[in-house]
Nanobody
Framework: QVQLVESGGGLVQAGGSLRLSCAAS????????MGWFRQAPGKEREFVAT????????LYADSVKGRFTISRDNAKNIVYLQMSSLKPEDTAVYYC?????????????????WGQGTQVTVSS
C-alpha cells in the first residue's frame, strides 16, 4: 500500500511561483512512476506531469510545458512540482499519483495510488 501526501498549495498572484511536494510512505518509492494531475471546479481531472522511476524521463502537458518542472528525490521519497509563471487557469486541486508499473504515462487510469490533493489558487 502506498500513501501519498501533498503539500505546498496556496494562494498566489498571477506570474508567481509555488512548489508542491508529495511525500510517499512506501519502501520502494524508486520503483514507482510518479505523476501530478489537477482538477479545476466543474472540469475533469487532467494530466500535468510525470516522471520516471529514476527521474531520467519526464512528460508534461502542453499547457504547463516550460513553466512547470517535475522532479523527485528517491532518498527522501518525495516528488516535487515546481510551478512558475502561474496563470489563473492553473487554479485547481493538484493530485499526486503513483504507478507501480514501468513506463511514464499521462493516463490517470493507469496510476494505482492517489493523494488527497492540495489546492492551488492563482489570482489575476
Amino acid at each position: 500500500q502506498v500513501q501519498l501526501v501533498e503539500s505546498g498549495g496556496g494562494l498566489v498572484q498571477a506570474g508567481g511561483s509555488l512548489r508542491l511536494s508529495c511525500a510517499a510512505s512506501v519502501r520502494t518509492f524508486s520503483s514507482n512512476v510518479m505523476g501530478w494531475f489537477r482538477q479545476a471546479p466543474g472540469k475533469e481531472r487532467e494530466f500535468v506531469a510525470t516522471i520516471s522511476r529514476s527521474g531520467g524521463s519526464t512528460l508534461y502537458a502542453d499547457s504547463v510545458k516550460g513553466r512547470f518542472t517535475i522532479s523527485r528525490d528517491n532518498a527522501k521519497n518525495i516528488v516535487y512540482l515546481q510551478m512558475s509563471s502561474l496563470k489563473p487557469e492553473d487554479t485547481a486541486v493538484y493530485y499526486c499519483a503513483a504507478r507501480s508499473v514501468i513506463g511514464i504515462t499521462d493516463y490517470g487510469s493507469r496510476y494505482d495510488y492517489w493523494g488527497q490533493g492540495t489546492q492551488v489558487t492563482v489570482s489575476s
